[in-house]
């Protein structure tokens, strides 16, 4: 069964930093692209970060380019997301989502569409 968990999301305050860790069971997550997403209160879902399972690309929104790096570790199954520089607009659920580097059609990658499997998610709360 294809699961991923996600933990590490916390209450910080403006400016500090969190890591989170989105953990995969069922599959060999070296072969899929993973993402983050996040949704704030009221506000749709929207992808933040994305790491290419075939060459260790990355893709990071405008929103958090500088201050957030999505990376992976392959035999720990688990990818990261090192959060800096924290604001209170970074509040919210975060999510990590799996899709199958084998999937044919065009995609973009930090589009909700693109990806099959889904965490339940971690709150981060950022006080101002």
């Known amino acids: 069964q294809v699961q991923l968990r996600e933990s590490g999301g916390s209450l910080v305050q403006f400016g500090g930093s969190l890591r989170l860790s989105c953990v995969a069971s069922?599959?060999?997550?070296?072969?899929?692209?993973i993402a983050w997403f996040r949704q704030a209160p009221g506000k749709e879902r929207e992808g933040i970060s994305c790491?290419?399972?075939?060459?260790?690309?990355?893709y990071d929104a405008d929103s958090v380019k500088g201050r957030f790096a999505i990376s992976r570790d392959n035999p720990k199954n688990t990818v990261y997301l090192q959060m800096n520089n924290l604001r209170p607009e970074d509040t919210g659920v975060y999510f990590c989502?799996?899709?199958?580097?084998?999937?044919?059609?065009?995609?973009?990658?930090?589009?909700?569409?693109?990806?099959?499997?889904w965490g339940q998610g971690t709150q981060v709360t950022v006080s101002s």
């Open positions: 069922g599959f060999t997550l070296e072969y899929w692209h």
């Open positions: 790491i290419l399972s075939t060459d260790g690309s990355t």
């Open positions: 989502a799996a899709r199958p580097q084998d999937r044919s059609g065009e995609w973009y990658p930090l589009s909700r569409s693109a990806y099959d499997y």
